[in-house]
């Protein structure tokens, strides 16, 4: 529910933020795909309309780029990191998105060239493969990066 609701998810019991989130599952928008090692969930991709997503519009870093009604996209567990995890949520993702007839997802990586933190969002380089483009860079680590459906159809991709 972080991403939904932002950092009033800690003061909430959770309990209150589970039935929130299970009512985001049945009532939809869909909120995202997961991906697991046996029952254990090691990550997570939010893919939703931003709308459904305010808290990304509260950081400077993160505000809209442009009108486009974007879907947003990604974390993935500290100890499932650089397993190529975040290639298979990108591909759920994109997936998702397209069958859900979403015009764009949208994604906030690090970009390792910049600076060489850990990132549990997964890294620009493994977005700009699966075919995103940079749209804005607001800081220089943190690019926003979109993957157009129409755009990349045009290509080819």
Known sequence: ???RIGSSYRKRPCEENKAAFRQAVEH????????FDGATAVGWCQVTPRDAVPWLDR???LKRVDDAPVWSCLYVRKA???QGIT???IAAALQAARRANAPALEAYPFDAD???SASGSGYASTFARAGFRVVAR???ARPIMR???QHNADDGV
Request: glycine share 10%; net charge positive.
């Open 147 to 149: 993957y157009d459906f």
């Open 28 to 35: 939809g928008p869909p909120p995202g795909v997961l991906a």
């Open 138 to 140: 607001r800081m220089p």
């Open 1 to 3: 529910m972080y991403g």
């Open 87 to 89: 290639s298979h949520l």
């Open 59 to 61: 950081l400077w870093q």
């Open 114 to 116: 910049v600076s060489p």
């Open 80 to 82: 499932y990191r650089r």
